[in-house]
């Protein structure tokens, strides 16, 4: 596919070159995918059997495809999308919390990046068919991850204390084999959680203020993941800078910067 546009992610389009997405319960990883594996982490491995929800161009899910799948560049160059979110969590003081992704991770390892970037399952508590439903959807998942990847409990990021903002469309390729082309949900939450990072997720993690990541930035020895670059480099420090009054934003269109 020479260009992802809205006339080939259609559904019908996507069902031809993805017959598998179909059902909404795929999982499993196959014998070839031995080499393909070979040299990664085995919890990280594991991961990759997670079941994605795959879009149409407009948020719409046609089925359901493995982390694998929908992480290969082979299948994101031939339109398969998938849904996602990231989450800036920001304390009383209005730091962001970062996080460095471990070494262990298959995309993107040893970058930093947003407090945490992941994906709702095709599964029923989070999934959903229209924006509120996959806004709660997306908090869920949320909610999970945080959990798995930081130690935070749920209890100390309640689903209703997050708030979406916008819908991000982007793509980006990782190590020539690997990448992202995803419809990312953008999630605030204000909290001061007990942090207890999960060492196969999470190299590092620390509170910034803006002006800290602005300096990581400059920082020639420090990477960062492209989905974050691209917020932090078009709206983040905006948002940032209202960050008491962002609540009152809610954008239904997706953001497109593919």
């Not at 919890?43 to 089925?63: A, F, H, K, S």
């Not at 800036?88 to 995309?107: M, V």
């Not at 982007?170 to 419809?183: L, M, T, V």
Request: with cysteine; proline share 4%; net charge negative.
């Amino acid at each position: 596919m020479s260009a992802i546009t809205e006339s080939t992610l259609t559904r019908d389009n996507i069902l031809r070159l993805f017959p598998d997405i179909a059902s909404t319960r795929q999982t499993g990883l196959s014998a070839q995918d031995a080499q393909l594996f070979d040299g990664y982490d085995e919890e990280q491995v594991r991961l990759m059997e997670e079941v994605c929800i795959v879009l149409d161009w407009n948020d719409t899910p046609c089925g359901s495809a493995s982390k694998k799948a929908c992480h290969l560049m082979s299948n994101i160059n031939n339109g398969l999308l998938h849904r996602a979110f990231s989450v800036f969590l920001f304390n009383d003081e209005n730091k962001l919390l970062l996080q460095q992704r471990a070494d262990e991770k298959i995309t993107f390892p040893g970058m930093w990046t947003n407090t945490c970037c992941s994906h709702p399952l095709a599964i029923p508590s989070e999934i959903g068919y229209d924006l509120p439903t996959s806004i709660l959807g997306v908090k869920r998942a949320a909610q999970r991850k945080l959990d798995q990847e930081l130690g935070i409990a749920s209890d100390e990021v309640p689903v209703d204390k997050f708030h979406f903002l916008t819908r991000i469309h982007y793509k980006a390729p990782s190590d020539g084999i690997w990448g992202e082309h995803e419809i990312d949900y953008i999630l605030f939450i204000k909290a001061a959680p007990t942090v207890k990072a999960n060492p196969n997720e999470v190299k590092d993690a620390k509170y910034v203020t803006a002006n800290e990541l602005r300096a990581m930035f400059e920082d020639k020895e420090l990477s960062f993941t492209p989905w974050f670059k691209l917020i932090c480099e078009t709206y983040l420090f905006d948002w940032w800078s209202n960050v008491e009054q962002v609540t009152s934003f809610r954008e239904t269109e997706i953001r497109r910067m593919i």
